[in-house]
Antibody, heavy 115, light 106 residues
Framework: EVQLVESGGSLVQPGGSLKLSCVASGYTFSNYWMDWVRQTPGKSLEWIGEINTDGSKTNYAPSIKDRFTISRDNAKSTLYLQMNNVKSDDTAIYYC????????WGQGVMVTVSS | DIQMTQSPSFLSASVGDRVTINCKASQNINKYLNWYQQKLGEAPKRLIHNTNSLQTGIPSRFSGSGSGTEYTLTISSLQPEDVATYFCQQYNSWPTFGAGTKLELK
């Protein structure tokens, strides 16, 4: 059974940094691209970006680029999202996701940006 | 960005009703469109990909259609377990989502 478990969410001050993790199990992690999607308090969904199988290529939404970095450690079956210079608009539930024969999402982790 | 305009925002229907949800893209997305279902307290789940390809395990009462800039999700006979919020998402360029349609039982 595919499982994705995020961690690292917390309250962070504007301008601060945070690193989210997503541990995967139940499939061959290194065979699949992965991405991050967030859902704001108003419930809209926003794609953040994606990473290829060996971590050599990433793509980001224009609104995110240069502040967030996606990486992965295939030996640990773990996906990361490094968030820098966070803003109040970054307050959201953050999901990691993989698409194999279907899509699998983590349970989501809450990030709150507030002073 | 490609903007996705979803309608209606809210929909109330009875069990057995035929339900349609619409999504309009700000430019041609060449059928690169997914539909997601999100139940309360859960992560979204993909129902349909490539406009009309039903995800394995999804009931056949769900179907998708469209082309160009106009797309539709249809539930042929609404069931109680279909109460959820539905999102469209294009992937012709970097993915963007519609604002969602909240579907409730009348």
């Amino acid at each position: 059974e595919v499982q994705l478990v995020e961690s690292g969410g917390s309250l962070v001050q504007p301008g601060g940094s945070l690193k989210l993790s997503c541990v995967a199990s139940g499939y061959t992690f290194s065979n699949y691209w992965m991405d991050w999607v967030r859902q704001t308090p108003g419930k809209s969904l926003e794609w953040i970006g994606e990473i290829n199988t060996d971590g050599s290529k990433t793509n980001y939404a224009p609104s995110i680029k240069d502040r967030f970095t996606i990486s992965r450690d295939n030996a640990k079956s773990t996906l990361y999202l490094q968030m820098n210079n966070v803003k109040s608009d970054d307050t959201a539930i953050y999901y990691c996701r993989v698409i194999t024969t279907t899509d699998y999402w983590g349970q989501g982790v809450m990030v709150t940006v507030s002073s | 960005d490609i903007q996705m305009t979803q309608s209606p925002s809210f929909l109330s229907a009875s069990v057995g009703d035929r339900v349609t949800i619409n999504c309009k893209a700000s430019q041609n997305i060449n059928k690169y469109l997914n539909w997601y279902q999100q139940k309360l307290g859960e992560a979204p789940k993909r129902l349909i990909h490539n406009t009309n390809s039903l995800q394995t395990g999804i009931p056949s009462r769900f179907s998708g259609s469209g082309s160009g800039t106009e797309y539709t999700l249809t539930i042929s006979s609404l069931q109680p377990e279909d109460v959820a919020t539905y999102f469209c998402q294009q992937y012709n360029s970097w993915p963007t989502f519609g604002a969602g349609t909240k579907l409730e039982l009348k």
